[in-house]
């Protein structure tokens, strides 16, 4: 999954399992009220009834594209190794997000923000989609669905250091139980001690909760489509360097699954649906559009048994429930300032 993508209270981030990027500002919670637009650009205005309707499906067309994430790179890892895999990824949905900034004709970002889409570049384009794939050698999409989907909550802690605002205790309990069920799942799987695959899974939760913190700060002055675009697009020449090289190393044995894999995590994982969902939020709103993400653990534990064939373990199941709920606590707590 570019990432698990859920919404946390109060923070500017809007997360994504399984693909690596979505950054959106959040507005705030416990009937405190959203910042102010920024001069310039136009707030936007209530959905109607039918703008309401395309806005929910195309926020629910987002949540099953980055549900699909962790089986697809499952699957481009029977056809490319791992480091080919990330590299080719970023390579593709570099250029299609190149061609979408083209067409629209959209300006070079000002000076100020290369900083932060370096670091948004650094966890959700490289560091999150690669530290995932060389996971899943190791785990399966169901143990990592799991894992990832305490990435809210580790957002939502890099957003405090960040922003500076102060979540509620009752937030901070919320979020110390929600990684407590994640360690003793992880710790109970693999036979009492963390395995490799869980330390590569912590360490993307830690790039990937940074970079959405630095891109939902982008993203309240450029749409969160662009920040993720231009951060794809900065990542090109590593990326076409790294697919050469890495493809020059690792042996490619091309299947259905692999095409179909590779594909997936570039073309829809990384940027289409990065597309609608952003779309859908515009139309019915963040806080709406969140309450769908809380779904996405749960479905990639479903397309885990039905596309790779996995068994489900009863305490996965537990285990990403228990998550939910805690991410659930946590988007109906306050801060304070």
Do not use: K, N
């Not at 890892?77 to 990824?89: D, T």
């Not at 890099?158 to 799942?185: H, I, Q, Y």
């Not at 109970?188 to 913190?213: I, K």
């Amino acid at each position: 999954m570019t990432a698990q993508d859920s919404a946390t209270p109060d923070t500017p981030i809007a997360v994504d399992t399984t693909s690596g990027g979505r950054t959106a500002p959040f507005p705030t919670s416990g009937g405190r009220t959203a910042p102010p637009p920024t001069p310039g650009r136009t707030a936007p205005l209530p959905a109607s009834g039918s703008s309401a309707r395309s806005g929910t499906l195309l926020a629910v067309l987002g949540v099953l594209a980055f549900s699909l994430t962790f089986p697809s790179t499952a699957w481009g890892l029977e056809s490319f190794g791992p480091w080919s895999l990330v590299a080719v990824r970023s390579a593709l949905a570099a250029l299609l997000a190149g061609g979408f900034l083209l067409a629209l004709r959209v300006p070079v970002p000002a000076r100020r923000h290369w900083a932060g889409l370096a670091v948004v570049a650094g966890g959700v384009v490289v560091g999150f989609p690669l530290l995932t794939t060389l996971a899943l050698e190791t785990s399966t999409s169901a143990h990592a669905a799991v894992v990832v989907g305490l990435l809210p909550l580790t957002t939502a802690a890099f957003a405090t250091l960040r922003t500076g605002r102060r979540p509620s205790r009752a937030f901070w309990w919320a979020a110390v139980a929600g990684a407590a069920v994640v360690l003793a799942f992880a710790v109970q799987q693999s036979g009492g001690t963390l395995s490799s695959g869980d330390l590569y899974l912590f360490g993307a939760l830690l790039v990937c909760a940074a970079g959405y913190t630095e891109g939902g700060r982008l993203a309240r002055e450029m749409p969160g489509w662009q920040v993720i675009g231009w951060a794809l697009i900065g990542c090109l020449p590593l990326s076409v360097a790294g697919a050469a090289t890495a493809l020059s190393f690792e042996p490619v044995r091309l299947s259905p699954h692999g095409v179909v894999g590779v594909l997936w995590v570039a073309s829809v994982s990384t940027f289409f649906g990065l597309y609608v969902w952003y779309r859908g939020m515009a139309s019915i709103g963040i806080a709406r559009a969140s309450q769908l993400q809380l779904a996405q653990p749960l479905l990639t534990l479903v397309w885990a048994v039905l596309l790779l064939g996995e068994h489900l373990p009863a305490a996965a199941v537990a285990a990403a429930i228990a998550v939910l709920v805690c991410i659930a606590v946590t988007q109906r707590t306050g801060t304070r300032d």
